[in-house]
């Protein structure tokens, strides 16, 4: 009988440490595999925030550049046009990879710099096309000498308008371009790196104003003012 109890016993304690080992294995690959994928979560963020501040530094460069060259020579001169034509070239490789920041966690910072970015290369492209739609009507007054006055005056008029319309979108592109260097910190913390914002895009910016992103009349970039801009 004290035989047969020992032998349940040491059973029973058998069982138990089965049961133990296999709710602590168990357990053990849960917490193993939720942390694997918090980490997976966390690598894609780091990987996406990488990637838009990669591509987002590069366009800021074009930028800082193409404003540069139009201090030099013709404001509009061919180098110019062709510049801001490379522009929206890079732009469309945002719009190939924006679909990465959904990998960004931060709800705010994903729908402002995809407000930000679209209104920026929307600004750009419409640049693009009114330099295009410039450098027609100009060829069409100089090579068509049949035109009637009245209908050179007309397109004389739809000129004047155009060039007035591109006029207005640079001031738009660097209020825009200044919004989305306001978002580098935040995608530098992100992604684990530097964009080497303060010694490249704001290169050809005056001194005293490359700390705090100003409009062209050095006043504070605020979204309130991107606003009434639209």
Known sequence: MSSSIFNYV???????AVIV?????????????????RSMIKQREQEAAR?????LFDID???????????IGEPWGLAS??????????????VQNRDCIFDIRDMELRIDLSEDVSSLLGAVSGLVRANEQIEAIEKLLIRDHDLSPKHREQITV???Q???????????IQHQQALIRKHYPKLE????VSFSTKSSSNRHMPADKRENPTDLHGQPVSREHNSETK
């Open 189 to 192: 913390e992100l992604a684990g």
């Open 10 to 16: 040491g059973n029973l304690d058998t069982l138990i």
């Open 21 to 37: 080992g296999a709710v602590l294995a168990t357990g053990g690959a849960l917490i193993a595999e939720k942390v694997q994928a």
């Open 162 to 172: 155009t060039v007035q319309s591109r006029e207005l979108a640079n001031p738009y």
């Open 51 to 55: 990637r838009l501040g990669h591509i």
């Open 61 to 71: 460069r074009s930028l800082a550049r193409t404003f540069h060259s139009q201090t």
């Open 81 to 94: 046009r062709m510049a801001f034509v490379g522009v929206a070239k890079k732009g469309e490789w945002y």
């Open 158 to 160: 739809e000129l004047e």
